[in-house]
């Protein structure tokens, strides 16, 4: 019996059908190594990696990784576009309306991913994005004292 081993990014790269390049392998492990991160914070930290890239590449590299199902794109209304490397598992996020924090929740209702909409109108559901709104524990207590 053999123990199966974890792709390296380079493989799961190519498996997405995506050229391997250095900016790639850092795009990908920098959104991975992270929480909720925006272009600028990504591309600063893959700049520490790797030297000089522009902005314009790393919107192009997100943009690839996000159509290859590897990294996922969160469009929080009134925020700029967060990215993360939780794929494939249909949570959600808490979302706090002071500092913007967010976090990952998992499914509460409903059958796995949480696809059970009340009317779906004939639609096959495959997806549900669900941004609960609020105040995080920092922010709650801030405002309180």
């Avoid at 850092?26 to 522009?54: K, Q």
């Avoid at 192009?60 to 794929?87: C, F, K, Q, W």
């Avoid at 949480?114 to 922010?139: K, N, Q």
Wanted: with cysteine; hydrophobic share 40%.
């Amino acid at each position: 019996m053999t123990a199966s081993r974890t792709p390296t990014t380079a493989e799961e790269l190519r498996g997405a059908g995506l050229r391997v390049t250095a900016a790639r392998v850092a795009l990908l492990e920098t959104v991975r190594d992270g929480d909720h991160l925006g272009a600028e914070a990504i591309a600063s930290e893959v700049r520490g990696r790797v030297g000089h890239i522009s902005v314009q590449a790393v919107y192009e590299g997100l943009h690839a990784l996000t159509a290859a199902g590897l990294i996922r794109r969160l469009d929080p209304p009134g925020s700029p576009a967060l990215y993360e490397g939780r794929v494939g598992d249909n949570h959600h996020h808490l979302v706090c309306r002071s500092c913007g924090a967010v976090a990952d929740v998992d499914c509460a209702v409903g059958h796995a991913p949480c696809l059970t909409a009340s009317d779906d109108r004939g639609f096959a559901v495959d997806e549900a994005e669900v941004i609960y709104w609020g105040l995080c524990p920092d922010c709650s207590t801030a405002g309180s004292s």
